[in-house]
């Protein structure tokens, strides 16, 4: 894989795109072995090649103004035809060199007749020569177009397939001419079905057209995200949704790949970022999250209890570091939810049960999910109150919410110590129970 960057666009293109463009990839695993190379730094090479086609007859130089231009356009409109250039300036003298120092474009020439090539989804396509215009190679400004450009590097860099989107299928014709016109191999094309959003229309912002680093930052894995865009288009068969790069790639066909568009689902992303939260290592769940923790957060081993208890409960992560808040914060500092106070937090005798609920987990041995339950438990029967005055006082000493995992879980993942220190700092909030 060759990684190039089509910068030529001066007006579109920013260092920084480029530059998002790579860390993109990075994120997502995909590694190339050359590059990333800049149309930018290869100005010259487009010139030369743009000069050697007006040499040759296939281009000539277009000294037409914009006033000219328009002109055109308009008496086009006015008739109701669609708008072509004329190629008035086919007819310049050229002499070996521009004829004025009038500033000029340099225009392919495109001969009537039909323009045919395969493409490997959509098959044997054909375009009519004479509906398409003598199209501009090099602007008055000396930069490229795309047109130029990237037939250019293809022959340059040997390139044999080109994938692209279909919003590309009209090019086509004029790179299949400028190939023949160098005199070089027509690579094989493969037009890929456009991805819509969820109005099935045109994928836009408003409808999820959202760079990679947005998704990374909304605490979507890369192996997830890399897995979603895979199967736009595309399927490997079956009821099969989530496969790896590499089981991807051996079976992988582009005459495989639907000519429909495909529809960008936000719900099953989350889905499949969900799958690959429960089955990913923890080592890889970890290194992912961490920028979603704070900075002082314990390193894999401290966080994973936690991280195995709330994962099932999160489809991103920053899903999840919201989950883990509660067992980051210092035992004194737990947040308490207004819900879980006004629902759980009452009754007369809430700090005489909390105070005997702290002395039965304290004498609890050994500190695990069965035990601790028990010693609840038989504090509710010995006292005649439900297992639930206890338990939900508890899950809110514990983690400040209305819902959580089990909450013995909870307290065995926090441990004897810390559990028994939140507990602690409830009661310390209530009035006395004297």
Known sequence: MLLRIEDTDVERSRQHHAEQIITSLQWL????DEGPVYQSDRLQRYRERADELVSSRGAYRCYCSIEELDAERSAAETAGRPYRYSGRCRTVSESGGPVSNAPYVIRFMVDPGPIQFHDLIRGDVTFDGNLIDDFVLLRSDGNPTYHLSVVVDDIDMAITHVARGDDHLSNTPKHVLLFKAFDSAVPTFAHLPLILGSDRKRLSKRTGATSAEEYRDAGILPEALFNFLMLLGWSPGGDREIISAADA????????VNKAPAVFDDEKLL???HQYMMHSPIETIEHHLRPFLPAD?????????????NRPRARTLKELAELLAPYLAADDAVQYDDDAVQKHLKGEDLATRMSDL??????????????????????A????????????PLRVALTGKLSSPPIFDV????????????LEALIQRLPSAG
């Open 271 to 273: 889905w499949m970022n």
């Open 29 to 32: 695993g995909v590694e190339w």
């Open 297 to 309: 957060a314990p390193a894999t081993e401290g966080i994973r209890a936690p991280v195995e208890l």
């Open 358 to 379: 702290h002395s039965a987990l304290a004498a609890t041995n050994p500190f695990d999910v069965v035990t601790s339950e028990q010693s609840l438990r038989a504090l």
């Open 411 to 422: 307290a065995v993942s926090l441990g004897k110590e810390r559990s028994l220190r939140r």
């Open 381 to 392: 029967e010995s006292r005649g109150i439900s297992a639930g005055k206890y338990i939900h």
């Open 249 to 256: 790639a051996a079976i992988f066909d582009l005459s495989d």
